[in-house]
């Protein structure tokens, strides 16, 4: 799943994920032209595992998205056994 390009309006983004036992959720960071932006890939990107409300996705440790605020990205959400409720960006 990739989103329409919206702003990156808060330092974290938080998701509401249902991966349960055995699934698992990933989350790049695209730029306007659909590249993935350095130190936001899906591989940098720590898995949600199980049944998460309101948690912090992070990449290599780091959860602040400070970087981008104001700049419009598009989300890329990979994963497998998952369903994502919603998605927010949040200070």
Do not use: M
Not at 37 to 52: H, V
Not at 65 to 88: I, K, T
């Amino acid at each position: 799943l990739v989103t329409r390009p919206l702003p990156v309006s808060g330092a974290q983004l938080q998701v509401n994920v249902d991966a349960g036992a055995n699934g698992e959720l990933q989350v790049a960071v695209l730029d306007p032209t659909g590249q993935t932006i350095p130190g936001y890939s899906l591989d940098a990107c720590a898995p949600i595992i199980g049944n998460r409300v309101d948690t912090t996705v992070s990449w290599e440790g780091k959860s602040g998205l400070e970087d981008l605020r104001g700049r419009d990205v598009s989300l890329q959400f990979a994963g497998a056994h998952a369903r994502l409720f919603s998605f927010a960006f949040q200070d």
